[in-house]
């Protein structure tokens, strides 16, 4: 459990939430591993997407916009041709059904995780008109099969927008009779339920637009079966369309689908003041979420252009599309760019670091400005420099007893490493696992480490989302800079866990004692 | 952990999602109308009467505006509030001052209520006034209606014809 008595007021509840959430996490991983769907939220959310406009641009040409026609046509659909249309229809509805629940479950995950702080305000600013357009083309969506349910949330949507005092007539009265409503505001509706989801799309593509290599598509394995379980729900449970609205018999009892329309039983219960304003207090939240509670300012990485040879590895290892290269602003006989940092959209990761070929703790550079020995990288975090690093690999080393000692790197976001150190173990902590170069392994048992354990958040859920996955590339040999050859692997072992699994951490520690042991042995 | 363990527990876990997902698209139902009860929607929009009689202007007053200004009758715009109550089986369920609409006041006041009321026999009646600055309810309607359950009853104002419409 997590402490939650150092915790005060509001992030009391917060912590228990984030602790709730990654127990439920690391059950999954039990089954999925990094395939895990909580670690895809945001991309199954585009794939529910991409399936509801697949099924929806086929409905659309059986589709007849019209008063009668539109129940008549899906109902023919869902009845007759249940085998095509109708597993069509309800795998468009259980694909917009899967969108919310994604949708809502991964705003509340970056919610938890703090994934809204600092330069992530951008992508979290554009979320919140895409959650209210996924409400929107939702709703129209109903109200175009004109059934019961589609009379229901037609009468109660203009109900709840006539409170505004906008209206000169109010909307609900279009819904009065039957003859009221006529076959232009179903083409008016088809219209609008194309259009807000093209625009859904252009700010789905704006909310990823400051993320590097952003995921717009799960896994293959995930994806497929996310398909076949919506085709299993769509055959045994087809989506049929019940009774045809007539305005002339109220609503009895009304199927609603809960994903969307939580709210409107509380239409009638509730005051409408109370729902707007919790509608727009709500909204106003979500918005300034990331300025009421603004992380500590912190330096951003910075370039040394004498050791910068414009590579541009750290612009490929960025998950932030925070570094650009640009022309190099001092002449150089052999290099033509340098790295450049933008400010804004910097975090302080480190990933860089961990990504520039320079930082090697076995280069030495004589520091023009203090005239002392001191290591630089071509570009780092002034918090976090490699010299600070490389000492105090050497101090730990330094201050371990131990015949067979043990290094422990560790992020700042995963398991805490403080209560691990010991005789034979001492933790170095970093800002991300990403900043950690192979350089560095090689330079710690080389200096008297017997084994390394490498300690990052679980495969998939990175805190700054590609760390993890830069460094096990890099110790597999498969990213630059590569660990060299000449270092035994079998000395480091790798944990990647989330903060609260500490037992596990205890066990890979004791795993590589043994494993040690039996080397040095042998 | 074994494959097939792997992919057993991967197929309860959709097995899970599908079945929250099947059940919460539809079900609870919700119950909007109870079956024995009717609904009856009581609304209609309407100009109250302007609040201050047109003045016609004077050559002296029309000569101080610009040209285009310059009409014979000077008419604001605000409307008078609608007095409007409706009875059902003699005691009034509704009793409202409605407003008009626009930020000028000048819009049709309009008003919409709904009341879930048990089928069956009833006395309605309707009464409004347009202009707050008269005693009394120039418009009135009365009648009985028989609601069948889950019956939707419209009560109008036909302001053609000025009068109510129960439909």
Same mark, same amino acid.
């Given at each position: 459990?997590?402490?939650?008595?150092?915790?005060?007021?509001?992030?009391?509840?917060?912590?228990?939430?984030?602790?709730?959430?990654?127990?439920?996490?690391?059950?999954?991983?039990?089954?999925?591993?990094?395939?895990?769907?909580?670690?895809?939220?945001?991309?199954?959310?585009?794939?529910?997407?991409?399936?509801?406009?697949?099924?929806?641009?086929?409905?659309?040409?059986?589709?007849?916009?019209?008063?009668?026609?539109?129940?008549?046509?899906?109902?023919?659909?869902?009845?007759?041709?249940?085998?095509? *249309?109708?597993?069509?229809?309800?795998?468009?509805?259980?694909?917009?059904?899967?969108?919310?629940?994604?949708?809502?479950?991964?705003?509340?995950?970056?919610?938890?995780?703090?994934?809204?702080?600092?330069?992530?305000?951008?992508?979290?600013?554009?979320?919140?008109?895409?959650?209210?357009?996924?409400?929107?083309?939702?709703?129209?969506?109903?109200?175009?099969?004109?059934?019961?349910?589609?009379?229901?949330?037609?009468?109660?949507?203009?109900?709840?927008?006539?409170?505004?005092?906008?209206?000169?007539?109010?909307?609900?009265?279009?819904?009065?009779?039957?003859?009221?409503?006529?076959?232009?505001?179903?083409?008016?509706?088809?219209?609008?339920?194309?259009?807000?989801?093209?625009?859904?799309?252009?700010?789905?593509?704006?909310?990823?637009?400051?993320?590097?290599?952003?995921?717009?598509?799960?896994?293959?394995?995930?994806?497929?079966?996310?398909?076949?379980?919506?085709?299993?729900?769509?055959?045994?449970?087809?989506?049929?369309?019940?009774?045809?609205?007539?305005?002339?018999?109220?609503?009895?009892?009304?199927?609603?689908?809960?994903?969307?329309?939580?709210?409107?039983?509380?239409?009638?219960?509730?005051?409408?003041?109370?729902?707007?304003?919790?509608?727009?207090? *709500?909204?106003?939240?979500?918005?300034?979420?990331?300025?009421?509670?603004?992380?500590?300012?912190?330096?951003?990485?910075?370039?040394?252009?004498?050791?910068?040879?414009?590579?541009?590895?750290?612009?490929?290892?960025?998950?932030?599309?925070?570094?650009?290269?640009?022309?190099?602003?001092?002449?150089?006989?052999?290099?033509?760019?340098?790295?450049?940092?933008?400010?804004?959209?910097?975090?302080?990761?480190?990933?860089?670091?961990?990504?520039?070929?320079?930082?090697?703790?076995?280069?030495?550079?004589?520091?023009?400005?203090?005239?002392?020995?001191?290591?630089?990288?071509?570009?780092?975090?002034?918090?976090?420099?490699?010299?600070?690093?490389?000492?105090?690999?050497?101090?730990?080393?330094?201050?371990?007893?131990?015949?067979?000692?043990?290094?422990?790197?560790?992020?700042?976001?995963?398991?805490?490493?403080?209560?691990?150190?010991?005789?034979?173990?001492?933790?170095?902590?970093?800002?991300?696992?990403?900043?950690?170069?192979?350089?560095?392994?090689?330079?710690?048992?080389?200096?008297?480490?017997?084994?390394?354990?490498?300690?990052?958040?679980?495969?998939?859920?990175?805190?700054?989302?590609?760390?993890?996955?830069?460094?096990?590339?890099?110790?597999?040999?498969?990213?630059?800079?590569?660990?060299?050859?000449?270092?035994?692997?079998?000395?480091?072992?790798?944990?990647?866990?989330?903060?609260?699994?500490?037992?596990?951490?205890?066990?890979?520690?004791?795993?590589?004692?043994?494993?040690?042991?039996?080397?040095?042995?042998? | 952990?074994?494959?097939?363990?792997?992919?057993?527990?991967?197929?309860?876990?959709?097995?899970?999602?599908?079945?929250?997902?099947?059940?919460?698209?539809?079900?609870?139902?919700?119950?909007?109308?109870?079956?024995?009860?009717?609904?009856?929607?009581?609304?209609?929009?309407?100009?109250?009467?302007?609040?201050?009689?047109?003045?016609?202007?004077?050559?002296?007053?029309?000569?101080?505006?610009?040209?285009?200004?310059?009409?014979?009758?000077?008419?604001?715009?605000?409307?008078?509030?609608?007095?409007?109550?409706?009875?059902?089986?003699?005691?009034?369920?509704?009793?409202?001052?409605?407003?008009?609409?626009?930020?000028?006041?000048?819009?049709?006041?309009?008003?919409?209520?709904?009341?879930?009321?048990?089928?069956?026999?009833?006395?309605?009646?309707?009464?409004?006034?347009?202009?707050?600055?008269?005693?009394?309810?120039?418009?009135?309607?009365?009648?009985?209606?028989?609601?069948?359950?889950?019956?939707?009853?419209?009560?109008?104002?036909?302001?053609?014809?000025?009068?109510?419409?129960?439909?």
């Amino acid at each position: 459990m997590p402490d939650l008595k150092s915790r005060t007021g509001w992030m009391a509840p917060v912590e228990l939430c984030r602790h709730i959430l990654q127990a439920l996490e690391a059950r999954l991983n039990v089954f999925f591993g990094a395939v895990n769907p909580f670690y895809h939220l945001g991309d199954l959310g585009f794939y529910f997407f991409y399936i509801m406009v697949i099924t929806g641009t086929v409905l659309f040409f059986y589709y007849e916009p019209t008063v009668a026609g539109s129940f008549d046509q899906l109902d023919y659909l869902s009845r007759e041709q249940w085998y095509f *249309g109708g597993v069509l229809r309800s795998l468009h509805r259980y694909a917009a059904d899967g969108m919310v629940l994604t949708v809502a479950l991964h705003i509340l995950r970056e919610m938890l995780l703090g994934h809204f702080r600092g330069a992530r305000w951008f992508s979290w600013i554009t979320g919140v008109p895409l959650l209210v357009m996924v409400y929107l083309s939702g709703i129209l969506g109903f109200w175009l099969v004109w059934n019961k349910l589609g009379q229901f949330i037609a009468v109660r949507t203009a109900e709840f927008l006539d409170w505004l005092p906008i209206f000169a007539s109010p909307m609900a009265r279009n819904f009065l009779h039957n003859s009221d409503v006529t076959n232009l505001l179903f083409r008016l509706l088809i219209v609008m339920h194309i259009s807000i989801p093209l625009l859904l799309l252009l700010f789905m593509l704006l909310h990823v637009k400051r993320v590097s290599k952003a995921r717009v598509m799960p896994p293959a394995s995930l994806a497929n079966g996310t398909l076949v379980a919506l085709l299993l729900l769509s055959l045994f449970r087809p989506v049929l369309s019940g009774e045809r609205a007539d305005l002339a018999t109220a609503s009895n009892n009304v199927p609603i689908d809960w994903f969307y329309f939580f709210p409107y039983p509380l239409i009638h219960s509730w005051p409408m003041a109370v729902l707007w304003t919790l509608l727009a207090g *709500g909204t106003l939240f979500l918005l300034l979420l990331p300025w009421l509670s603004r992380p500590p300012k912190r330096a951003v990485a910075s370039v040394h252009l004498e050791d910068c040879s414009g590579c541009g590895y750290c612009v490929e290892d960025c998950p932030y599309e925070a570094i650009v290269m640009r022309e190099r602003s001092v002449q150089h006989p052999r290099f033509s760019y340098e790295a450049n940092v933008l400010e804004d959209m910097c975090v302080h990761c480190g990933i860089c670091t961990g990504s520039c070929p320079s930082s090697n703790p076995f280069r030495r550079r004589i520091s023009y400005s203090a005239g002392k020995e001191t290591l630089h990288s071509g570009i780092e975090m002034p918090q976090h420099n490699i010299d600070a690093l490389r000492s105090d690999i050497l101090q730990k080393l330094g201050s371990l007893t131990a015949a067979k000692p043990i290094l422990l790197f560790g992020c700042q976001h995963g398991v805490a490493l403080g209560p691990f150190g010991d005789d034979d173990v001492a933790p170095v902590s970093l800002p991300c696992i990403g900043m950690l170069s192979p350089a560095f392994i090689e330079f710690a048992l080389r200096k008297g480490a017997a084994g390394l354990l490498v300690s990052g958040c679980r495969q998939g859920d990175c805190y700054h989302r590609l760390g993890d996955q830069w460094l096990r590339e890099r110790l597999s040999r498969q990213r630059v800079p590569l660990l060299h050859r000449t270092v035994d692997s079998s000395r480091i072992a790798c944990c990647w866990q989330a903060a609260s699994d500490t037992t596990q951490m205890h066990k890979e520690i004791d795993r590589l004692r043994i494993r040690l042991h039996q080397i040095i042995e042998n | 952990m074994k494959h097939y363990v792997r992919y057993l527990g991967q197929g309860f876990c959709y097995l899970l999602f599908i079945a929250f997902l099947g059940y919460f698209s539809g079900s609870p139902s919700y119950t909007h109308v109870p079956a024995d009860k009717a609904l009856i929607k009581f609304s209609f929009t309407h100009p109250g009467k302007r609040l201050v009689a047109c003045v016609t202007q004077t050559r002296a007053q029309l000569q101080k505006l610009s040209p285009q200004l310059r009409y014979g009758k000077k008419c604001p715009r605000e409307r008078s509030p609608l007095l409007v109550e409706f009875a059902m089986d003699g005691k009034v369920i509704y009793n409202a001052k409605v407003q008009p609409r626009g930020l000028s006041k000048d819009l049709p006041s309009p008003v919409y209520q709904r009341f879930i009321v048990p089928a069956g026999e009833h006395r309605f009646r309707v009464r409004m006034q347009d202009d707050i600055r008269k005693p009394g309810y120039p418009y009135f309607a009365k009648k009985k209606i028989k609601l069948k359950k889950l019956q939707t009853l419209v009560i109008d104002f036909n302001n053609v014809r000025k009068q109510f419409v129960f439909e």
